[in-house]
């Protein structure tokens, strides 16, 4: 089983170009999650969608856009990347609402110079 | 000012030691999450509460409601349990908002 996959694990960015985190769950999930991770910090949530079709903000979501692309695929997109978003990307899916055990994938550390 | 607090930030512990992490937070809540992230960065859902305990294996959380307060307890700790671990909580009414404590680290030494 793949559970959560997230895509690219690695990657470097200049300030202000652009790019799109992937993420897909083979779970059939209804909700996924996309946080971040910077140290210190702890794990902060950017935006998340409760089913297909709906996504709302979290706790951090100004400079992101996200799409829930079907029941499997939710991503994240930076438009303008800034340095302040240098950090560790986690995506998480579970069955239903928050109150459900979340599965997360590896993780995508993101640079921007 | 954090929501969610963790004690102790870091910890150390001989193989086979009774470990307690406390979370202790600030706001209502309606249900609390305990995470174990991996040296290798992965993070594993460990528990789900909204009351009471719950057991696994070497591991028990607890959780009291009206103080605002969980325990994550590893019995007969093990190198292998050497990790970070993380408190959440869905604060009530939210829906899905996630708030996290900033983690307690663990090193379990042989």
């Known amino acids: 089983n793949a559970g959560v996959t997230q895509t690219p694990k690695f990657q470097v960015l200049k300030t202000g170009q652009s790019m799109t985190l992937q993420c897909a769950q083979d779970?059939?999930?209804?909700?996924m999650y996309w946080y971040r991770q910077d140290p210190g910090m702890g794990l902060r949530l950017i935006y998340y969608?409760?089913?297909?079709?709906?996504?709302d903000k979290g706790e951090v979501p100004n400079g992101y856009n996200v799409s829930r692309l079907n029941k499997r695929e939710f991503s994240l997109r930076l438009e303008s990347a800034a340095p302040s978003q240098t950090s560790v990307y986690f995506c998480a899916s579970s069955p239903g609402t928050a109150k459900n055990i979340q599965y997360f994938g590896a993780g995508t550390r993101l640079s921007v110079l | 000012k954090n929501e969610v607090e963790q004690s102790p930030q870091n910890l150390t512990a001989q193989e086979g030691e009774f470990i307690t992490i406390n979370c202790s937070y600030s706001?209502?809540?309606?249900?609390l999450h305990w995470l174990q992230q991996h040296p290798g960065g992965g993070i594993v859902s460990l528990f789900m509460l909204s009351s009471g305990k719950k057991k696994h294996g070497r591991l028990i959380a607890t959780i009291n409601i009206q103080e605002k307060h969980s325990s994550l307890h590893i019995t007969a700790s093990h190198p292998r349990d050497s990790a970070v671990y993380i408190c959440?909580?869905?604060?009530?009414?939210?829906?899905?908002?996630?708030?996290f404590g900033t983690g307690t680290s663990l090193t379990v030494i042989p």
């Open positions: 779970m059939n999930h209804n909700s």
């Open positions: 969608s409760a089913s297909e079709g709906t996504t």
């Open positions: 959440a909580v869905i604060k009530g009414g939210a829906g899905n908002q996630f708030y």
């Open positions: 706001v209502g809540i309606s249900a």
